[in-house]
Structure formats: C-alpha cells, structure tokens
Nanobody, 126 residues
C-alpha cells in the first residue's frame, strides 16, 4: 500500500525551528518530486517547497526562501523540511505530496500521479 507519513509539526515560538518529515512506504521516491504544501483554513493551499529525486534540484516559495531547507535521505525514503526563523504567518497545516514526475522534477507541465500524506499542524506563537 502506498503511503506518505508526514510528521514533526508542533507549537513553537516565533524565531524557533521545526523539522518536518515525510516518509514513504509502499514505494520509493526514485522518479518522484516531493513537495510540501501548507494551508490555513479559509485560504488557498500554498506550495512551499519541492525537491526532485532526479537531480536533487529544489524550489522554495518566496515566503520561505532563506529560512526553510528541503532535503532527502534516500536510504530512509524520507524527505525533510527544516524550518528556521519561524514566523506566526508560517502557522498552517503542512502536507507532503509525491509527484511521479520523472525527469520533469519539480516542473512537470501537468500534475502527474500524486500521492498525498496527511497533514501536520505547525503553530508559531508570537
């Protein structure tokens, strides 16, 4: 069974750090781009970051650039999102997703087969 397990959310003070994990089971991240999204109730889902298993390239939304770092551990079939200098506006439910995008990496022209993990709540207090 294909599963993505997101974890690592919690409550942190402004300026603090958290590391989110996205672990895959039932499939390998080879040939996939793994993305992190976040969503606040009543707002549109926002793409936060992406990493390509094809070439290791990554993408960050402007709102998190310089503060968040995405990485992967192929041996553990896990992708991480290190979040530093957190701000109250980073408060959201964070979701990971795996796109079977092959050589397109994070820039597939259409949304390929996508698997979603459950969300993990990040709350940043001021």
């Amino acid at each position: 069974e294909v599963q993505l397990q997101a974890s690592g959310g919690g409550l942190v003070q402004e300026g603090g750090s958290l590391r989110l994990s996205c672990a895959a089971s039932g499939f390998s991240f080879d040939g996939y781009a793994v993305r992190w999204f976040r969503q606040v109730p009543g707002k549109e889902r926002e793409g936060v970051s992406c990493i390509s298993s094809t070439d290791g390239s990554s993408y960050y939304a402007d709102s998190v650039k310089g503060r968040f770092t995405i990485s992967s551990d192929n041996a553990k079939n896990t992708v991480y999102l290190q979040m530093n200098s957190l701000k109250p506006e980073d408060t959201a439910v964070y979701y990971c997703a795996a796109d079977r995008s092959g050589s397109y990496g994070c820039y597939a022209p259409i949304t390929p087969v996508r698997y979603w993990g459950q969300g993990t709540l990040v709350t940043v207090s001021s």
